[in-house]
């Protein structure tokens, strides 16, 4: 799973109805206006927190309203605002899923292990430091009057600490069934290992995290899928 963090920046004057982004909030064909009508990032950055990277490695995202996770829900922060999200591109953390029971319709534990490699630490905070650098541009400092969490006036350590009390995953798991390599749960088919007439063809297929998003290379696994199992079928049909 990709993790990050957010800190959001106030704006000098209100301009948005308050509308709470929980899932008890209801269809959003029932809201017609204010920021449950948009979608929740506006703009979208990859950047290398170092020149000497070969790739950027965080992924920044910006939002016109500002929200928070607090309690493990979604919701509009108290203020009206604006906000930065900075995801780990490629993070170097495993976690891990476990089944319950045996009970198939029982759901799975799943533990992420955020920052279970510390260099995935290092680099949400220097993608912090990048996200205070871009609050700074002239473009931003003259309609943002303040932040949540100033993370200019605060030591590395601090942010630290400040990053492992409040960063998220971002609801983009991948892998758990991954091809390639010994422990391999699908063939370059998309086969199960082991198990007759079963395909899987989603993100957990990943052999490795995508930079970005994971719904277009899904898509594409998708499509490769439909196309294995045409060939496969014809070849069957010739025997």
Same mark, same amino acid.
């Given at each position: 799973m990709r993790h990050g963090a957010?800190?959001?920046? %106030?704006?000098?004057? #209100? =301009? =948005? !109805? $308050? /509308? /709470?982004l929980a899932l008890e909030c209801g269809p959003l064909?029932?809201?017609?206006v204010g920021p449950a009508t948009a979608i929740a990032s506006q703009g979208l950055?990859?950047?290398r927190t170092l020149p000497s990277l070969p790739y950027p490695d965080v992924q920044i995202t910006f939002s016109s309203s500002a929200y928070t996770f607090a309690g493990g829900k979604v919701r509009l922060a108290d203020t009206d605002? &604006?906000?930065?999200? &900075?995801? &780990?591109?490629r993070p170097e953390s495993r976690g891990h899923i476990e089944l319950r029971s045996a009970d198939p319709f029982d759901a799975p534990a799943i533990f992420p292990k955020m920052f279970d490699n510390p260099a995935?630490? !290092?680099?949400?905070? $220097?993608?912090?430091r990048?996200?205070?650098?871009?609050?700074?541009? #002239?473009?931003?400092k003259d309609v943002v009057t303040g932040s949540d !969490? %100033?993370? *200019? /006036? =605060? /030591? *590395?350590? !601090?942010? $630290?600490d400040?990053? $492992?009390a409040n960063s998220n995953i971002i609801y983009h798991p991948a892998g758990t069934c991954r091809m390639g390599g010994d422990d391999a749960v699908v063939d370059s088919r998309l086969r199960v290992c082991g198990v007759a007439s079963l395909r899987v063809a989603d993100a957990s297929i990943f052999p490795s995290m995508v930079s970005g998003n994971t719904n277009a290379a899904s898509m594409m696994i998708g499509e490769k899928a439909a196309d294995i199992i045409v060939k496969d079928e014809a070849r069957l049909d010739r025997r």
């Open positions: 957010s800190g959001f920046h %106030v704006l000098p004057q #209100p =301009r =948005r !109805e $308050r /509308t /709470t064909a029932d809201i017609s950055a990859f950047a605002g &604006v906000m930065m999200c &900075v995801n &780990v591109g995935d630490l !290092e680099t949400l905070l $220097r993608g912090m990048l996200a205070e650098q871009l609050f700074s541009t #002239p473009a931003l !969490e %100033v993370a *200019d /006036t =605060r /030591t *590395d350590n !601090e942010l $630290r400040l990053l $492992r």
